[in-house]
């Protein structure tokens, strides 16, 4: 942007009980992904940032790991780390799935913007998002939308689909509008702060939760263990799946190695166009005994350990 031009930026969080579309509305305003999707619940580990530009605004959105009751240790370091962004953030959106209605996550949510409204009565309201709205009929939409307007909470509410993408113009104009006047935070042309190592495993985990049934995906992990830029321009990515158990390794390796292929297949392709070049991907399966507390993973995906 040149200097004479007025620019405006600021951080918008996407909150919202787990699979509500949070990380497909993220990928849609930014124009690509930067946070990965899955039909199953918790995808999203920490806090993903995805960068939009709204006419002369940069609007940095948030999207965070969901919002529930949380068990394990992950759980509530991941629960910490979307409030925590909440509380950084310019503007906070609340999204709720329309399909599934105002479940008890959202509730909870709502009253911990109750309590931040109360403890921060100036800073601004927060924004509502109904979303899915391809799903569901009107009837049920303006219901919903009418019992969420009782709480006071919300100045202003959008409906739309993160999947095919109704109603996002209108947001975005919205959000340009409400940036802050100021220079913008990250350069023209960064999409994401997450680096190109931790988006690749987050790829590969994106597939993994494709193929693995029920709690599986949970006790895995991927990280990305050596990246190599060849002269040709193709780069060699090792990768490294952690599961928690023996069998779980033989269900992610699959009979004969196939499940492991097709992992690996889906993720180089889809790896391939994100970093448009060629890319030679390997994948191995490690037992690691309970990751799910170690310290070191927590610090890996930016999380607290103690939360
Ligand atoms: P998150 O957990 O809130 O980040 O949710 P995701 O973005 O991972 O999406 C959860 C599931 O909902 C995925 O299967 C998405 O394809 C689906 N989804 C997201 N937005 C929409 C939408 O607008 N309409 C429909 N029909 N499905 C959606
Ligand atoms: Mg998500």
Known sequence: MSDDVQTRAGFVAVVGAPNAGKSTFVNKA??????????????????????????????????????????????????????????????IMLMVDTVKGICDDTKRILKGLEKRKAERPKSPAPVLLLNKVDKVDKGRLLEIAAKLAETGLFEDTFMISALNGDGLADVLAYLGERMQIGPWLFPEDQITDMPARLLAAEITREKLY??????????????????????????????????????????????????????GAQSRKELQQILDTKVHLFLFVKVRDSWGEDPERFSHWGLDYNA
């Open 30 to 91: 930014v124009g690509t992904k930067v946070s990965i999707v899955s039909p199953k619940v918790q995808t999203t580990r920490t806090r993903v940032l995805g960068i939009a530009i709204e006419g002369n605004a940069q609007i940095v959105f948030m999207d965070t790991p969901g919002i529930f009751e949380p068990r394990r240790r992950l759980d509530r370091a991941m629960v910490a780390s979307a409030w925590g962004s909440a509380q950084d953030a310019d503007i």
């Open 210 to 263: 494709f193929h693995l049934r029920q709690e599986l995906p949970y006790a895995t992990t991927v990280e990305t263990e050596t990246w190599e830029n060849f002269d040709d321009g193709s780069i060699k990515i090792e990768q490294v799946i952690f599961v928690e158990r023996d069998s779980q390794k033989s269900i992610v390796l699959g009979k004969g190695g196939s499940m492991i292929k097709e992992i």
